[in-house]
């Protein structure tokens, strides 16, 4: 069984379609990535799986189910780190944590040690009674990571995870990512800039252009399908998506992205 | 953690743990808001500050020129549950700015992807607004105490005010998450909710009974909830106070407003993520 599995699934805002007729697949314990320009319509398409946004037409299932028809199933089955930033920074990781757990009806019995478990396992035992507001950028991005599992879902849904971390801070995210696949086998998908993220971390990646999948594989096979013998998979992704100058990405895309990176430094 | 995926509840639950998760789910997201309250409670200190005001200058000025009729009580008497009414408005009506915010934050989104069902989203951020709106009567009666308004304190009065109390912030807190829904900056969510105060405050028995009104201003404030929130809590305060309704008739009215207005927010509230 496929962790996701989308048939042409379309997005449109008034005349503009930001996804447009993308299907593809998940496998379980896979960590898939999309990559793609600003305005690729890469946050569109996650939202669109993680029920935030009701699709204009196609259909998806995750985690076998419907998104469009048993939605809160599908929200029951999957964890979700926004771009922005998720996690309340009025009150303690802790409180974070605990409010989840209510709301994802995890037995009381289990509570406190699910909480723990979440803590230990992103490395943020020693301050989950610290504010959030007190949390370095790094450990903002864990705790969100912490809060995305703490009802063991089958999917992950991380919308540019390391977006305005400073490269240690980033390694450990991917470092969190990669033990999640290799330890719970949850499938993750994820998008992203950054191509030495998606060939670190991504058993297989779909370019997105225009809101349209213009190349999927491995890193590897992407790499090989450009021109040149010896490309990085920058190359590719310029060789993909035509090396023209970028034209997507709204003010308000902008303004959010750098939002986000302020507020993580 | 094993990979073992956690499924939403199964139906075989029935009805009552249907029933259950939604009270608990409501239940956490009050509980988070007092979690938040208790890391800052300056706010509902600050709050305490304008219905002193009202009380202590407006009412005693007022009181002192006697140009409003109230019957066999005093100006202050008649005044005092408009004020606590009148607080509960103020603190409510600004409430749907904590949604912009965690609209601009990325928390909403958490709270969506959740398997909570919206109405208990919604039900429970109201809720949350009454802790608040507590805060404000518990003030008020101690101001009423201090001067020597007599404010009833049998239990079942107090008991009665405090409903009445949960109902109004629930309802006024729950018409500006709408607005908050709504709107796209908070800059335009501010300049509705100061719109939409004055008329609520000035069309009501708040300060002055609906009878000395001109004639078209009457309509709009039999239209307007915070009279039934006030026509509940002053004979309840003040017994003998005299009511447009019966008790039944107010407390019906704001509770089928307040479920009405959380079913449309219910309906609106996922488009903060969009």
């Avoid at chain 2, 743990?17 to 200190?45: C, M, N, Q």
């Avoid at chain 2, 039900?123 to 802790?131: D, E, Y």
């Avoid at chain 2, 109902?167 to 998450?177: E, N, Q, R």
């Avoid at chain 2, 002053?234 to 003998?240: A, D, E, N, T, Y």
Wanted: aromatic share 8%; net charge neutral.
């Amino acid at each position: 069984m496929f962790a996701l599995e989308t048939h042409e699934i379309t997005r449109t805002f008034g005349r503009v379609t930001a996804v447009d007729a993308v299907s593809f697949h998940v496998g379980e314990g896979e960590v898939y990535g999309v990559l793609g320009p600003n305005g690729a319509g890469k946050t569109t398409l996650i939202k669109m799986l993680s029920t935030l946004l009701p699709l204009t037409s196609g259909s998806a299932q995750v985690a076998g189910w419907d998104v469009v028809r048993e939605p809160a199933r599908v929200r029951a089955s999957i964890g979700y780190v926004p771009q922005l930033i998720s996690a309340d920074p009025q009150v303690s990781g802790n409180d974070n944590l605990w409010v989840f757990a209510r709301l994802y009806q995890i037995p009381r019995a289990e509570r406190r040690q699910r909480i723990r478990e979440a803590l230990e396992f992103m490395g943020l035992t020693e301050v989950g009674d610290v504010l959030v507001r007190n949390y370095s950028g790094g450990m903002i991005r864990r705790l969100e990571l912490a809060l995305a599992l703490l009802h063991r879902p089958k999917i992950l849904f991380l919308d540019e995870p390391t977006v305005g971390l400073d490269p240690i801070a980033r390694d450990t995210v991917w470092g969190q990512i990669e033990r999640l696949r290799k330890e719970y086998r949850t499938a993750v998908v994820l998008t992203t800039h950054y191509m030495e993220e998606a060939d670190r971390l991504c058993d297989r990646l779909a370019i997105l252009h225009h809101g349209v999948i213009v190349a999927e594989g491995s890193p590897t096979e992407l790499k090989s399908r450009a021109p040149d013998p010896s490309a990085t998979l920058e190359d590719a992704f310029v060789h993909f998506v035509g090396g023209s100058i970028e034209t997507g990405g709204s003010y308000r895309d902008t303004q959010r992205t750098r939002r986000t990176a302020i507020r993580l430094e | 953690m094993t990979a073992e995926p956690v499924r939403a509840p199964a139906p075989s639950l029935g009805f009552g743990g249907w029933l259950y998760a939604h009270f608990d789910r409501t239940y956490a997201i009050v509980d988070y808001e007092v979690r938040k309250l208790r890391h800052d409670p300056s706010e509902l200190l600050l709050r305490a500050v304008q219905p002193a005001l009202w009380l202590l200058v407006f009412g005693e000025v007022f009181s002192s020129i006697h140009v409003i009729p109230t019957g066999n009580f005093t100006y202050l008497q008649f005044l005092a549950p408009g004020i606590l009414c009148q607080s509960v408005l103020f603190i409510a009506i600004f409430y749907g700015i904590a949604s912009i915010r965690e609209r601009e934050l990325g928390i909403v989104y958490r709270f969506l992807v959740s398997p909570a069902s919206r109405v208990s989203l919604v039900g429970g951020k109201a809720l949350s607004a009454s802790v608040r709106g507590l805060s404000q009567a518990i003030i008020v009666y101690v101001l009423a105490v201090a001067l020597a308004v007599h404010p009833s304190l049998a239990p079942l009065d107090v008991l009665g005010v405090l409903v009445a109390v949960v109902l109004g912030s629930c309802l006024f807190a729950t018409l500006s998450m709408i607005i908050a829904s709504l709107v796209k900056t908070p800059e335009r969510f501010l300049g509705i909710g100061q719109l939409m105060t004055m008329p609520l405050f000035f069309a009501s028995s708040a300060i002055y009974p609906i009878s000395i009104m001109p004639a078209w201003l009457r309509p709009v404030a039999y239209a307007n909830p915070l009279t039934y929130l006030v026509d509940a809590v002053r004979p309840l305060m003040i017994p003998g106070e005299t009511s447009l309704f019966p008790l039944g008739v107010d407390f019906a009215v704001l509770f089928g407003v307040t479920l009405g207005l959380i079913l449309l927010e219910s309906r609106l509230y996922p488009r903060m993520a969009q």
